[in-house]
């Protein structure tokens, strides 16, 4: 009979824990979101820092070309004043004053055919996605007996993602001109979120990794989709890595960690390199229960929360190989740093190519690619479409001069519109593994620069522009990076390897020029395709 007992007060205890649990981490939510004012932002985004409410709406533009001002002076007013770009000894404010940023881009701009979106029909297509959104928001209250006194959703034009959205034409992400970059790094990194959810890659594992093609669990797919109150939409990457580590020299580059502050930092290399072909990303102190675990409908997503020992709440992505709480983030209890970076089109309205660099890497423990041991590598990429003739070849080597800034070795696919064919610029996606080792320099990376000799006369000056002490690259990143709420982004070891870096692509580019002649070297526009004889001496050989 007592053991009868035992086993009874066994079962009760094991029931009570299973009713707590679920208590806890589903219904109390539920609670919480219908007793929460629907303008009370779902958790300070920046612990210490007083909460700033969302602008009020501007006057609705369905034109983002009309800005008249520089992006890099727009913002809100009361940012300019403390931000890294204000004052009259600004370097960043000289440098996009200078001539090289102000010169008009060719080809210019004609009319509706570069623009990547057709205005009316993108907003068609937008209105549509919001409208579905209600519903299905309707459904699901109705089916856990919900009662929310919350208004449906509404698309307002002004929106800062729409904008961004709008202004992308065939010359990059964003406009020189525009100040919608601005709001819209101020919208996310202070807009509550609605929304949380796994990517669409992440989504298509669906659980069923192939454990055989990963060499080390690092939790490399652990990043989120975010939405927000005025539907925008944004990746989220956790911080997996403190600022001053740095990554070990044993490791491969494809084992390597995703970090958040790479992700930060690429966006403004970008931008100062006057590329424009980064998502403009910013940082972000999120709230993981509230501003995620409480706004997902994702049944696997709520599954993988748990609180750690130490009392802080957790979170590991859902794959066989790193379903383990050794690869989770966790908060700090709840407040947990990461990067947010503005979602491109949908493909429905903008489809994109993705395409294999020609200078991937073997991604095996001992395999070598061609380029690697050929160092004719470049003539036999030239004779094939579509380097032979277009403008694709030069923006392979401009990304190589990027990702060699950056110290990424990741870069095994790139993407670009179909819009604009073959001359389109190529969208700089996903640099999460740069800015990893700042005491290594990876000549590999330059190969494209290196085997080909080619580079824009507009990026060459751009880069020997960025070398002179009022324009120093690494003094225009420390002040663009002041501008985000998780600076320090980047340590000083990392600011000056850029320096160091942007020495050895010019030397390149010197040598290169006394072995092919500058007019071989330096392509002075869109159209010129003439490229050094590769059966002279090569760089690389």
Known sequence: MPLLRRDRLLTLLLLGALLSADLYFHLWPQVQRQLRPREQPRGCPCAGRASSPAPAPAAASSDPRTAAHNFSRAGPPAEQDGGGRSGPGSKLQALFAHPLYNVPEEPPLLGPEDSLLASQEALRYYRR????????????????????????????????????????????????????????????????????DYSQDEKALLG???????????????????????????????????????????????????RHNAEIAAFHLDRILDFRRVPPTVGRLVNVTKEILEVTKNEILQSVFFVSPASNVCFFAKCPYMCKTEYAVCGNPHMLEGSLSAYLPSLNLAP???????WIRSY?????????????????????????????????????????????????????????????????????????????DEISILAPLSQCCRIKKKTLSHLQLLTQANYRLSDVMRESLLEDQLTPVLTEPHLLALDRRLQIILKTVEECIEVHGEHSVIASGPAEQSAPDSGQANLTS
């Open 364 to 440: 095996s423990l001992a395999g070598k690619e061609e380029w690697e041991v050929n160092p004719l590598y470049c003539d036999t990429v030239k004779q094939i479409y579509p380097y032979n003739s277009s403008n694709r070849l030069l923006n392979i080597i401009d990304m190589a001069i990027f990702d060699f800034l950056i110290g990424n070795m990741d870069r095994h696919h790139y993407e670009m519109f179909t819009k604009f064919g073959d001359d389109g610029f190529l969208i700089h996606l996903d640099n999460a593994r740069g800015f990893g080792r700042h005491s290594h």
């Open 208 to 258: 069923a990794c192939d454990c055989t093609q990963i060499v080390k669990p690092s939790g490399v797919h652990l990043k989120l989709v975010l939405r927000f109150s005025d539907f925008g939409k944004a990746m989220f990457k956790p911080m997996r890595q403190q600022r001053d580590e740095e990554t070990p020299e044993d490791f491969f580059y494809f084992v390597d960690f995703q």
């Open 129 to 196: 996605k919001v409208a579905r959104w209600n519903r299905r928001q309707r459904m699901y209250k109705e089916q856990l007996n919900l009662t929310s006194f919350d208004p449906p959703l509404q698309l307002r034009l002004e929106a800062s993602w729409v904008q961004f959205h709008l202004g992308i034409n065939r010359h990059g992400l964003y406009s020189r001109s525009s100040p919608v970059v601005s709001k819209l790094l101020h919208d996310m990194s202070r807009f509550p979120t609605i929304s949380a």
């Open 352 to 358: 994109r190519l993705s395409v294999p660099n020609p």
